[in-house]
């Protein structure tokens, strides 16, 4: 079984994310991404010259100026070093910039990359998957993993390499120009600020974890209790869901607390170590002046080289603790990326056939998981062009079905078959072309109305889309609105009613045009009057089309060519409503059972109504009295 997924990694983050993307920054097919990472490394040599180099400018300029007083013909010399120590400066920020320019492609490329490779894996995954995740923590995994990649290769190409670099050559230096024992103390003063730096920051790295998850769970709550205003209105619940949410952001804030004490004892131990080595450097140069050693530029130059190390040495805490998280971020979203898939298309599969589009289930078992069974040996067969509808209690699996149909789940034993080709040989993207749903619980994008019709099929113009809509009986309503068809349904389409949005998911269904139709519970959102209505159009729909149809209300399917009464995973009766009902079995209850609850909707929307033609209520009737 694939390991389930965590936002924050476990452990110390290793270097693999970033073997991981080197073939994202060094990409197949694109000579011209290759061609500029040479170009970026020849420029960061240059900018990492250049920054060695004016430290030996300023000490010989300083030598040069020591004599007392300054000849004229002395200052020529020690203009032309000024001149160079000028073109070095400017040499180190151009080539920088330059480089940062070059690679930029090169980066933002990778990172894209990932990001939508990432993204397409997720929507490629099983709904098992989705059904466990938690939208705002999987939404921050790819946020934060894209940004950490940016990190990683701002930090480490360009600030952690560089810095090695200029110490190996800083060391050279001060090794040919002064000696062994100023260098060591350089070396020394560096290894013990490296050490204490990232001895701390591995130390501060559980807060950041801390702050991190407390982040996501915050994030997560938040957007779940959004999305569910409604929800949280209908029980008076602001005050609980402002409490879960306070008491996340209660231990986010502990965790920064703690950070930044940590920080500040980090920032203090790097300035003690850093003083103490420029006071040991310059001690021994002063030594070294002293006895004749060296000049009053080399005591300069040794400054100067010094704070050149402190410049990125001093970022070194914030670089280490940014990759770290950077790491462990990208662990988490490429882990993401590795998620194995439960439903694969088999190797050369080929795509769907589809000539009547008979739907046959032989002998199906499947479970969510092992310790319930939820079909238990199904079969039934849908002819081409026929509909044939499923009924049973909740929980009997009806919806399952649907789940199965569309490949959402691969079933345990038994087989599906459309055409006479099962549907585990055929591709995935085929198998769901050739099927329309219209969902029991519709949710739209946030956009406006024609985006969510024309979901059905990307690309259809105008007309097809007000064709759909007419068929789905809601065009009336769109064209009454302000913005017709430019009007937005806000979130999760609560802008609309539920009787408004399950026509938007009939129009959407319609502009697909697919040769199977399956309708899960397609009315169970509309009033009596509107689902006479729909059921009409989506009889017109379903002619000469395959249909399987999932209903609760047994009204809706009357007119199917076969019914299937499923109960606890298993057909226990079928045949047409007549045969049915004349078995008096389970449907025959079952419609009994709902015929008297509508008479009684009937009865009681009539008193309501008129209350003095109601039949069996007077006016004088205790029940109208106590109305």
Not at 193 to 199: E, H, K, L, M, S
Not at 347 to 360: F, H, T, Y
Not at 409 to 430: C, H, L, M, N, W
Request: glycine share 8%; net charge neutral.
């Amino acid at each position: 079984m694939a390991r389930a997924l965590t936002e924050e990694g476990d452990g110390a983050p290793s270097l693999r994310p970033l073997w991981m993307l080197l073939p994202y920054l060094w990409p197949k097919g694109r000579p011209d991404l290759r061609l500029r990472v040479f170009i970026a490394i020849g420029c960061l040599l240059l900018a990492i010259a250049a920054t060695t180099i004016f430290p030996v400018f300023m000490g010989a300029i300083t030598n040069g100026l020591s004599v007392r007083p300054p000849a004229l013909i002395a200052l020529l010399p020690v203009a032309g070093l000024v001149g160079g120590y000028v073109i070095a400066r400017i040499m180190m920020q151009a080539f920088a910039q330059l480089r940062d320019g070059i690679f930029a492609k090169v980066q933002y490329h990778a990172l894209r990359e990932v990001g939508v490779s990432t993204f397409a894996h997720v929507h490629a995954l099983s709904l098992r998957f989705h059904l466990e995740r938690k939208t705002g923590g999987l939404s921050r995994v790819i946020e934060r993993g894209t940004k950490g990649i940016d990190t990683l290769l701002s930090f480490t190409i360009f600030n952690i390499f560089p810095t090695l670099f200029q110490l190996l050559i800083f060391t050279t230096i001060m090794v040919v120009k002064l000696d062994i024992w100023v260098a060591m103390a350089t070396v020394a003063m560096v290894v013990a600020y490296v050490w204490f730096t990232f001895a701390i920051t591995r130390w501060r790295i559980q807060f950041r974890r801390d702050m991190n998850q407390s982040d996501q769970d915050a994030n997560t709550k938040a957007v779940d209790s959004l999305l569910n205003y409604e929800t949280v209105k209908y029980f008076n619940n602001e005050v609980h869901e402002t409490r879960r949410f306070d008491k996340s952001m209660e231990k986010y804030s502990r965790a920064s607390i703690q950070a930044q004490i940590s920080l500040s004892i980090l920032n203090t131990g790097q300035a003690i170590i850093v003083a103490s080595g420029l006071g040991a450097v310059m001690i021994l140069t002063a030594i070294g002046i002293q006895q004749g050693r060296f000049q009053i530029g080399d005591f300069v130059m040794a400054n100067a080289i010094l704070m050149q190390l402190y410049l990125p040495l001093n970022l070194l805490g914030t670089v280490y603790r940014e990759i770290t998280q950077a790491l462990v971020d990208m662990d988490a979203m490429f882990r993401l990326l590795h998620q194995p898939q439960e439903v694969v298309d088999k190797p050369g599969a080929p795509d769907l056939q589809v000539s009547g589009g008979a739907i046959r289930f032989d002998d199906v078992v499947f479970s969510y998981d092992p310790e319930r069974v939820v079909l238990k040996g199904v079969s039934f067969e849908v002819p081409a062009g026929k509909t044939v509808a499923v009924v049973g209690p909740s929980g009997a699996g009806k919806s399952t079905l649907s789940r199965i149909l569309y490949r959402f789940y691969d079933i345990k034993s038994g087989s599906v078959t459309i055409d006479g080709q099962d549907i585990r040989e055929v591709t995935q993207a085929s198998l769901r072309a050739a099927i329309g749903i219209v969902p029991q619980d519709t949710v739209l994008f946030n956009d406006t109305i024609r985006y969510n019709i024309a979901y059905g099929r990307i690309g259809a113009n105008e007309s097809e889309i007000k064709d759909a809509a007419r068929m789905a009986q809601i065009d009336k309503f769109i064209r009454d609105l302000p913005m017709g068809y430019e009007s937005m349904v806000g979130e999760r389409g609560l802008k609309l009613s539920g009787g408004e949005k399950q026509r938007v998911a009939i129009a959407r269904t319609i502009l697909k045009n697919p040769p199977i139709l399956l309708l899960d519970e397609a009315t169970s959102a509309l009033d009596t009057h509107t689902e006479r209505e729909i059921q009409s159009a989506l009889k017109d729909v379903s002619r000469n089309r395959t249909a399987l149809v999932i209903a609760h209300r047994l009204s809706t399917v009357v007119d199917a060519d076969e019914i299937l009464v499923l109960e606890k995973g298993v057909i226990v009766e079928r045949g047409r409503h007549d045969e049915l009902i004349a078995q008096n079995g389970h449907y025959a209850a079952m419609w009994n059972k709902q015929k008297q609850a509508a008479e009684a909707r009937e009865i009681l929307q009539a008193a309501e109504a008129d209350p003095d033609t109601a039949p069996g209520v007077s006016r004088a009737s205790p029940v109208a009295a106590a109305d």
